[in-house]
């Protein structure tokens, strides 16, 4: 489910209660798809948890739009966006 999805806002992402929703997976994956500046094309990290993926996209500050999905989708050539949305547990997304 992205953030604009449930209703919230990128301001309001920070507030998710991140406790609320980590019991029901292992890990979580963070793809960022658009940059400001230097566009060095889709590039995606495995996390251990969303709270250490919500810490690696702030530090990304030239990252413009970003999602994070339950567990780790297997891309077979290459991280295709649309099709981790139609497949995938998005649980957060931010559109820049």
Request: proline letters at 5%.
């Amino acid at each position: 489910m992205s953030s604009e999805a449930n209703g919230l806002t990128s301001e309001q992402v920070s507030d998710v209660k991140i406790s609320d929703i980590q019991p029901f997976f292992d890990k979580v994956t963070l793809i960022v798809y658009g940059w400001r500046g230097n566009e060095p094309g889709t590039l995606s990290w495995v996390f251990p948890s969303l709270g250490a993926a919500m810490a690696a996209v702030r530090a990304l500050r030239n990252a413009a739009r970003w999602l994070i999905v339950a567990g780790t989708p297997s891309p077979r050539d290459g991280v295709n966006v649309e099709e981790i949305r139609r497949t995938g547990v998005v649980l957060l997304e931010r559109f820049a």
